[in-house]
């Protein structure tokens, strides 16, 4: 059966199709005609085998950040989950949802066909690189370098490690408070329109397979990594004892420039 259909069921049983198609719940956003960088980010759970009696699916979603108060944020606005008689056509399913929303991907990266692909369409800059930050949080005087994408499976530290602070995050998120546009208080969890992804994370446990699961918890992942990258900017960017009134009118009188200030010991 070779239809394309937005696959809801979970688990998915082996007579069932599981070609899937993509789901958009929401267009992107334009800003002055363009799509501001990193306001859409993504998630994906990949597979590379062509043919697999698993049952595993690939899963990508497409997580919009915030920009303003009035505009819906912090949610996922488009999916694709799905099996396709070749893994080629996953691929590029995602690489064209990557370039419609201008998001970068993390994704799952244990298995090398994803990149693999996208680099023979050019299409690497699409690509998030390991997440430095969250890991170093994780493991300490890490040296595992992969380049793009992160490490999930169990079975060594620091995979183990990664994977149970993505399922902080996400229980974080799920159970964060919000106001909705009339007022009213709900949490995270009421924004997911994906049913199969809802399905999943009320199955969830750590042992057996949770394709959207991954993908979701990649997407969270990476809006605490651009949150860690935006604050070490801020750090290094800012003089915090120059902006001291007090200290500052001592400085100007003494003329001693903040880059002077910088070096003094």
């Known amino acids: 059966n070779d239809e394309l259909i937005n696959i809801v069921d979970f688990p998915l049983k082996p007579t069932e199709n599981n070609n899937g198609c993509i789901t958009i719940w929401e267009r992107p956003q334009l800003k002055s005609k363009d799509i501001p960088y990193s306001l859409y980010i993504a998630g994906c759970d990949p597979y590379d085998m062509d043919k697999s009696g698993s049952g595993s699916l690939g899963s990508f979603f497409v997580y919009k950040r915030f920009i303003t108060a009035d505009k819906t944020h912090d949610t996922i606005v488009a999916e694709f989950t799905g099996r396709p008689k070749f893994a080629d056509d996953f691929y590029e399913n995602c690489r064209r949802l ?60 620091q995979s183990s490690g990664i994977k149970d602070m993505c399922e902080m995050y996400a229980k974080d998120w799920l159970y964060k408070e919000r106001t909705d546009i009339d007022g009213n208080k709900t949490f995270n969890f009421h924004t997911i329109k994906s049913i199969g992804l809802l399905k999943e994370l009320i199955a969830y446990n750590m042992e057996d397979n949770f394709d959207r699961a991954i993908a979701f918890f990649l997407c969270i992942l990476q809006t605490h990594e651009l949150h860690k990258i935006h604050v070490d900017n801020m750090r290094k960017d800012t003089n915090l004892w120059g902006q001291d009134p007090y200290l500052k009118k001592w400085l100007d009188k003494k003329q001693i420039t903040n880059s002077t200030f910088k070096n003094l010991k």
């Not at 890991?135 to 040296?143: G, L, V």
């Open 98 to 157: 990557c370039i419609y929303y201008n998001a970068k991907v993390l994704y799952e990266n244990q298995l090398k066909g994803f990149k693999n692909y996208f680099a023979s369409k050019n299409s690497l800059h699409y690509l998030w690189e390991q997440p430095d930050h969250t890991i170093k949080d994780i493991i300490k005087d890490s040296k595992v370098s992969r380049g793009y994408g992160i490490h999930m499976n169990r079975g060594n530290g």
